[in-house]
């Protein structure tokens, strides 16, 4: 039996007169050791016709704290991250571009949200889209609706408390980078030992839409892109993983415009 949750009353972000296509994406899982899905990834926000970008969590595979980037992207000896902040930075330039923390990379904050020109968005948010029949689009990670995980709700839990944030950055960054590694490695090992991993919970599902007053949900966290019937004329929008390396390589939009909403395949 799951413990019962609270539901959240979700955020609200009202999308300007002006905006036709919203696009949405998630679980990229940047690193410095992909470099094509990178390449895959800056190509993708330089061409969008988009005017907003939804980025949906787990845009890169760890976050140790902001200043693991440093000051100055501009600096040819910046690292990785630096380089994909500066990327977002251009994407910002000229669209409005949005970004919801994932499992992996909790930890951006607001200093490398402003170095970008992006917003931060909570999560739960509703989406409230004029343009559309259907107005009211409810985004989420989608890990906090994997209730079943019960060690990783518990992890979260702590994870995300402030206490745990604050003490955690403000350990040395060799240290954090340490601390991650192992996670990782702990992670690696779960998925190399075939384990099961938990889905998002319909009954919560259900009434987290029911909170938001909104039909559709759009998340991603779980790599099984599908649509979802949940019953009562709701459903829950699953975003693909991007993995440019992968044997059948991944890169994938969902784009909603008056049209309707779509699938665009980037490789
Ligand atoms: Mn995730």
Redesign the pocket.
């Given at each position: 039996m799951n413990t019962p949750q609270t539901v959240p009353q979700p955020a609200e972000l009202l999308a300007p007169p002006s905006w036709r296509t919203v696009d949405f994406i998630s679980?990229l899982h940047l690193q410095a050791s992909e470099p094509a899905t990178f390449a895959a990834w800056e190509h993708y926000l330089e061409t969008t016709p988009a005017d907003a970008v939804f980025i949906l969590?787990?845009l890169f595979e760890v976050w140790v704290g902001d200043d693991a980037v440093g000051n100055d992207l501009l600096d040819p000896a910046a690292g990785f991250d630096a380089r994909c902040v500066q990327a977002m930075g251009d994407a910002a330039s000229r669209l409005a571009l949005f970004f919801m923390h994932?499992?992996?990379d909790f930890l951006v904050g607001q200093a490398v949200m402003d170095l970008c020109n992006t917003t931060l968005l909570a999560d739960p948010t509703v989406l409230v889209f004029p343009a559309l029949t259907e107005q009211r689009w409810l985004l989420s990670?989608g890990?906090a609706l994997c209730l079943d995980d019960v060690d990783y709700m518990n992890f979260r839990r702590q994870v995300r408390s402030p206490e745990w944030q604050r003490a955690f950055l403000a350990r040395p960054l060799a240290e954090r980078q340490a601390i991650a590694r192992g996670l990782r490695e702990q992670s690696e090992a779960r998925k190399q030992s075939g384990a099961q991993y938990a889905d998002v919970d319909p009954q919560a599902a259900r009434q987290w839409l029911q909170a938001a007053n909104a039909r559709t949900l759009i998340h991603?966290?779980t790599h099984k892109p599908a649509v979802h019937d949940l019953g009562g004329g709701v459903s829950r929008v699953v975003l693909s993983d991007w993995d440019l390396g992968a044997t059948v390589p991944r890169a994938e939009v969902l784009r909603l415009t008056a049209g309707g909403m779509q699938r665009i395949t980037l490789c």
């Open positions: 679980d969590g787990d994932g499992n992996r990670h890990d991603g966290h």
